[in-house]
Each structure stands twice: as C-alpha cells, then as structure tokens.
C-alpha cells in the first residue's frame, strides 16, 4: 500500500506546524502574548502549506497559486474592511467556507482515492479510511449548511426568531440516524449513490438543527459551528494522517465545545436544550408575570444622567447587544473620558453571553480604545455593585434581571447574572419600556425605586450625556 | 502510519486543546474564535494534495476550488485576528488619540 507521506522529515515538519497552532491559542491567555501566538499560527500554517507543495508532485502549480492568490485577496480584504460590530456574521461565515471546503476535499479524495494514499491495490478505498472520509463528510457539510443559517439569522437575513416546523425532533434524529447508517453500509459498499447521500442528507440536517435556534442563542450556537469545523478538520487528518491537520482539528474542536459549555453555563442552561431550540420565542413571555407594562417606573433625561454620574465617585458600564446595533461604543468612551476627567472611577461589566458571540463586548470595547485593564468579567466584578454609585446599563437587559436569583418560575433562573439593582443608582438605556429581552422576560430592575429609565437609542443617548457633560 | 497511533496522537490532541483553551482569558474569546478559525483551514493540506495529483480532473478542480476556500480563511481569519489583537490596550497615562 501506497503512503501518503512517506517522507520523515515532512512529518516532522507537520509536527512543528500542530505545535505552532498550540502555541498559536496558547498566546491568547493574555492580551500581552497574543499577537506572539498569532504570529506562530501564520508560521504553522505557511509551514503546513510549504511542506505538502514541496514533498508532491505538483502537476498545477500555477493554478494553485491562482486560487491561492483569489481566496488569499478576498479573505484579506474582508477582514480589513469588516466592522467590527459584524464579526460574528464574519466568524459564521468562515466557519461555512470550512465545512465547504472539508466537503470538497473529501469529494476530491473519493474520486481519486489514490492520489491520497487510501485506496487498496485494486483501486478500492480501505475500509478506516471509509468511515473517517464518511464522517469528514457528513461533518463538513452540517458546519458548511449550519454556518450558512447562522450567518443569515446573525447579518438580519433572516428572522432571528426560532423556526420551528413540527415534529422537528423526530425529523433531526431520524436523518442523523440515517446518516449513521449510511456512513456503517458506506464500509460495505462504495458505490456513489451511498457517498453523495450522506453528503446530501448532512446538508440538510445542518440546516434543520439551525433553524429553530434563537438569536439570543447565537453565541452557542457559533461556538458550536467553530467545534464542528474542528472536527472536520481531524476527521479529514485522519484519512490523510497529516498530524498538523488531527492536532489542529483536536484543538479547534475541544475550543468550540468548551466555548459552548461557558456559554451555556452562563445561561444556566444544558447544552441539549440549545440544541432543540425554540428559546427567545414567544414560549417565554407567558411567564413573565401578567402586571408587567403598567407598573410605576421612573424616566430620566440625559442632564439628570449626565449629573449623576458626574457626582458618583464611581461608575460600572455594564454593555449588551444593544450597544452593539446601536454602535454606542466609541460615544460611550467619550462619556467614560470625560467622567474619568471629572475624577470618577469608571469601570466595565461584561456577562459571558453579552452580544452574539463569546467576547463579543470585549472586542468592540477594545475597538473603542477602553483599555482592557478596565473591562471586567462577571464575577471580578459583580461584589462591587454594593458600593458603587451608579451601574450604567447599555443595552443589556435580561443579564441584569434579578428574577434569576429569585423568581424559580422565570425561564432564566439560576442563570448567573450582574447585580445592578445593588448600585445606588441603576440608569437604564432602553429603547422603549415596551420591549423585553430576548428570553421575553419583564425585568424587575426597570421598576426599582433607585432605578431611571432613560428611554433613547443607545447612541443619541450617550452623545446626549457627553453633551451634557461639557456644560 | 498505523491507525492508532494516529488516534493516540488524536486523543492527546483533544486533552492539550482542552487546557490550553482553559487558559484563554474571556476577553480574547472573540479572536479565539477568529484564530481557530484560520487554523482549522489547514484542511488546504488536502486540498493542495487533491488539486496537485494528476489522475481525475474533476478531482483537481475540486481541490482548487477548496485551495480558494481555504485561502479566503487563511488569510481573512490571520487578518482579522491581528486586527483585533492589535486594538486590546493597556491604559496608558498619554491619551494615545481617539
């Protein structure tokens, strides 16, 4: 039998590129030697790439540096240009071209089985490399379909709302188990009618498990795409045992799982329901409690705001997916300059699961130049709420609502959240009194008495406080 | 190579990834996102191996086709993990601008 990679020192120089990638995620503990580790994943990937030209045969070299040329130049000039308010639609979008490529590979590998190395003397593919090559497949094409329908929910091509067609969980379990049924009889028989099925079939239910998941939901489900292309990656390492592309597939897989656990943890709730779907629908809004809407509350204008603030001695910013839409950000930091000139303390409270992806706040913040010595994680923070003068809330709404400590019938119980209402005073940055959040939960907090409502679009508000600021 | 030395490989792979990510601070989860990303396109490996072996043409287009895919990640997620990683500052006392 034919060997892939006969060559030493090429397995070597895969070792060293799986090793770059370690050290690639392995920079990303600190913001410090992040950039450090991301210089080790151009490394690795270069070397991965420079060591399989030099050790095949190359019939098209041109043609590959065309294609690598197009792709290279489309992928740098949407990174350049993608704000940064669209970086989950962006990360959704890669991961499809992923699975999409995992599927062509594996494609290009069943029509030549030999020139990877896995077919038996008489042309026929051996059985192992079968069930990785079914299973690369079918992977590859539930992240490419998946990513597909996460991009559309999260760019606004489509309802962020769950679709939910009945009888949904017998139409998803019964296709995975035909699926896995399939890549079984695939061992027995290779003929293409049983390959292009499991690729059909994987399609398909890729889409079907993304469509009843809610927006609110996005962050798992991203994370758990970003697991997926993982896996395809390893399963694709497997048929082509290249130890650069099973390391790597290994560590991008356990990252989308332990993304996912964080971000279902901070939810308080289990991965399987995620999955099922059909939360941020309207489910919730029948528990919220019937006297929601026409309960006192107070509003506030931005001079009241702007004079609170101005007198606290410190403030924490808490930040949501609203800051985000409303791209407040950078508005926000002008406020948070001029408090700090006035000699108070600004700090930044970020829940896990704020925005639409793991870290998104994070990011945007950085993006509006807060230095992230000032940004903290929910549980650095949350003791600090009690003796803080004002908890600042900016389009965040159910990661504040403290019917999670309380309320045992609220959908979001026991989901760990920031103490706002603990603060002296709460100002809260809403559109308007009647939207709830996505879990369609009323939040107690609106109506505390050490509560003010400042009722605007998130931007226009703060540029309002900043103005009012300056006087 | 034999299967389960792959597999071993495979395993220790999972339990180091699963460290590793551990320690990933939660401000840097979105370019966590963003980097294994462009790593998880070393699936170019096959596609470079696809589009560079003569024998089927539909085999070689497709693999191409894949090399593009793959690219567009290579590059776009590398890209954009630097631009991100190159906004997240220390304060520092001088405002370094807007």
């Not at chain 1, 690795?44 to 030209?53: C, E, F, K, Y």
Request: charged share 10%; net charge neutral; proline share 4%.
């Amino acid at each position: 039998m034919e060997q892939v990679v006969a060559n030493p020192w090429a397995m070597l120089a895969y070792l060293v590129a799986g090793v770059c990638f370690i050290l690639a995620l392995r920079g990303l503990s600190s913001p410090v030697s992040s950039r450090r580790g991301n210089r080790f994943g151009m490394f690795g990937m270069a070397l991965a790439v420079g060591t399989t030209l030099v050790t095949h045969q190359i019939a098209s070299l041109p043609e590959i540096g065309i294609a690598i040329v197009i792709g290279g130049i489309v992928g740098f000039i949407t990174a350049r240009k993608i704000a940064m308010t669209a970086m989950p639609q962006l990360v959704a979008a890669f991961h499809s071209l992923v699975g999409l490529a995992a599927v062509l590979v594996a494609v290009a590998a069943y029509l030549n089985p030999a020139a990877f190395g896995i077919a038996e003397p008489g042309g026929a593919i051996h059985q192992v490399s079968r069930i990785e090559m079914g299973l690369g497949i079918a992977i590859g094409a539930i992240t490419f379909s998946g990513s597909v329908i996460a991009f559309l929910k999260l760019n606004g091509n489509m309802s962020g709302k769950p679709i939910m067609l009945p009888g949904r969980h017998i139409i998803n379990l019964g296709t995975l188990a035909l699926i896995i049924g399939l890549i079984g009889y695939f061992l027995t028989d290779e003929a293409p009618w049983v390959f292009f099925t499991i690729t059909g079939l994987s399609f398909l239910i890729g889409f079907l498990l993304i469509i009843p998941i809610g927006g609110a939901d996005m962050p798992v489900v991203v994370s758990m795409l970003n697991s997926y292309s993982g896996w395809a990656a390893a399963a694709m390492g497997f048929t082509l045992h290249n130890t650069a592309m099973i390391i790597t597939g290994a560590l991008v897989g356990s990252s989308g799982a332990i993304l996912s656990y964080i971000m279902c943890a901070a939810m308080n709730r289990s991965f399987i329901s995620v999955i099922a779907g059909g939360f941020g629908g309207d489910s919730g809004a029948a528990s919220g409690g019937g006297q929601a809407i026409d309960r006192p509350w107070k509003r506030g204008s931005a001079e009241d705001a702007a004079f609170l603030m101005s007198q606290a001695e410190q403030v924490i910013i808490v930040p949501g997916y609203g800051m985000a839409v409303a791209q407040a950000q950078h508005a926000l930091r002008e406020m948070a300059d001029q408090l700090k000139a006035e000699g108070v303390a600004v700090k930044y409270a970020i829940h896990p699961v704020a925005g639409r992806m793991p870290g998104h706040m994070n990011v945007l913040l950085a993006e509006a130049n807060v230095p992230y010595d000032e940004v903290f994680e929910l549980e650095d923070i949350n003791s600090e709420f009690a003796q803080t003068d004002v908890a600042f809330v900016i389009g965040a709404n159910d990661v504040t609502n403290p019917a999670a400590k309380t309320d045992k019938s609220s959908p979001i119980y026991g989901m760990p959240v920031l103490d706002v209402e603990k603060a002296k005073t709460v100002l809260f940055v809403k559109r308007s009194m009647g939207g709830v959040g996505y879990a369609g939960v009323d939040n107690e907090v609106f109506y505390r008495d050490n509560t003010m409502m400042l009722l605007a679009d998130a931007k226009k508000m703060v540029e309002e406080i900043v103005k009012a600021l300056g006087h | 190579m034999e299967f389960v030395s792959i597999l071993s490989i495979f395993v220790l792979a999972c339990f180091v990834g699963y460290f590793v990510v551990w320690s990933v601070t939660p401000a840097l989860h979105t370019p966590l996102m963003a980097v294994t990303n462009a790593i998880s396109s070393v699936i170019v490996v096959g596609a470079l191996i696809a589009s560079a072996a003569a024998g089927s043409a539909t085999s070689k287009w497709l693999g191409l086709a894949a090399v593009a895919l793959a690219s567009v990640n290579i590059f776009g997620g590398f890209a954009v993990t630097e631009r991100m990683l190159a906004m997240y500052k220390k304060k520092d006392k001088p405002a370094a601008g807007k």
